[in-house]
């Protein structure tokens, strides 16, 4: 419905306020929709992917030394050495440390900017597969029908640690004050320190290959399927469907979403706002995509065995964060736009999505009363119209 701004001092007190921010340029989709390839510095078989401190860092399995870091959100890549040979698997960032595990005995290796590598040793000789951090904490996970696990706080000293039966451990992520690891089957595990493990069981029995953590759920996905598995609490899970069956390698969360690629020579690629209802995307070329990470902003992923990478920028711009409260929110007034419909339901809780509005290339944002924004609120004015966009919540204008 148009909306015309209430005389100064009518419509009352707000119930709570929020910055109304205008952007020059096109309009973001949602995370995961829009992708870029990029070129990686070698066709490695790269396997595990993490941000940091600005940086995007990759690690390659082989055996090879291979290693890669991108500083501007992952359009360009340098090509960067590990200190031994070996099957890296996985990498992860804490404590302002990158951890990297291999699948070659005891191997592992930390460093601090991701350029740099510092070999370090593993507890004890296992297939490891996977690591994360979490609470302070690193912890890794082996592959290889094992009881095998570790955990540090520095990534340098490790201890070794049991998980609750023997499996092939894929993935294990952290969220919600607990770790969750999954293997194939029905088989899982969480616990609240790294050290401790509860045996779980999950929804399906499928081949599970990753999982994360995001906006109070975890979320795992396998390879071979259309299904994938949520839990709010990494107890109780729920089967959930993808678009379509794929080998599904990785998933990430971030900005808001969760976002799944696949491999097998495949452009396959989906995103979901809550891990239950998931919308399928397009990579921008046929590739076995394995590793998949977010950070500042942008969502990677990188092929296996080609010198390839692809970005996906986030839903919102960085710094922004959500409302405070459902719906009612400081009206605003643009003056010298066009009229234009915001396309969007009513704004709620923890909603950082965009909302797509037509203005001039020099916008000014005058605070008014109170209003919510409705589906079909149009902003009135003048003026020849270029694409920009809108975000309501707590930025500074």
Do not use: C
Request: net charge negative; glycine share 10%; proline share 5%.
């Amino acid at each position: 419905m148009p909306y015309t701004p209430p005389a100064a001092g009518a419509g009352g007190a707000a119930e709570s306020t929020a910055s109304v921010s205008l952007f020059r340029g096109p309009v973001p989709a949602e995370g995961g929709t829009v992708w870029t390839q990029r070129t990686a510095p070698s066709a490695s078989a790269w396997m595990g992917a993490a941000y940091g401190n600005g940086v995007f860092v990759a690690v390659a399995t082989g055996p090879t030394t291979a290693a890669a870091s991108s500083a501007d959100g992952g359009v360009t890549w340098t090509a960067r050495t590990m200190p031994s040979s070996a099957n890296w698997q996985s990498v992860t960032f804490g404590n302002g440390v990158f951890v990297a595990v291999a699948s070659t005995g005891t191997t592992a290796a930390s460093s601090t900017d991701g350029v740099t590598w510092t070999a370090r040793t593993m507890p004890t000789s296992a297939a490891w597969r996977a690591v994360t951090f979490g609470n302070g904490v690193f912890v890794a996970v082996a592959s290889g029908s094992t009881t095998a696990a570790a955990s540090s706080t520095d990534g340098i000293t490790w201890t070794a640690r049991t998980m609750p039966t023997s499996a092939s451990w894929t993935s294990v992520a952290y969220g919600g004050g607990l770790f969750v690891a999954v293997a194939s089957t029905t088989t899982a595990a969480s616990s609240p320190d790294g050290v401790t493990w509860t045996a779980r069981t999950l929804s399906t029995s499928q081949s599970w290959s990753s999982i994360t953590y995001g906006d109070g759920m975890f979320v795992a996905v396998a390879t071979g399927t259309s299904s994938a598995t949520s839990s709010p609490d990494g107890i109780a899970w729920t089967t959930r469907s993808l678009p379509s069956s794929q080998t599904w390698n990785g998933v990430a969360w971030g900005d808001g979403m969760f976002v799944v690629v696949a491999g097998n020579a495949s452009t396959a690629a989906a995103s979901s706002p809550d891990g239950i209802t998931w919308t399928a995307r397009t990579l921008p070329s046929a590739r076995w995509w394995r590793p998949i990470t977010y950070g500042g902003g942008t969502f990677v992923t990188l092929a296996e065995a080609d010198a390839l990478a692809a970005t996906s920028p986030g839903t919102a711009p960085l710094g922004m964060t959500p409302l405070a409260t459902d719906a009612v929110i400081t009206s605003f007034v643009i003056t010298n736009a066009t009229s234009s419909t915001i396309i969007t339901p009513a704004i709620k809780v923890d909603d950082v999505r965009l909302y797509t509005v037509n203005v001039p290339t020099k916008t000014t944002v005058t605070v008014a009363a109170t209003h919510v924004l409705e589906a079909g609120d149009v902003i009135t004015g003048s003026a020849s119209a270029e694409g920009l966009y809108l975000h309501v919540g707590g930025v500074e204008l």
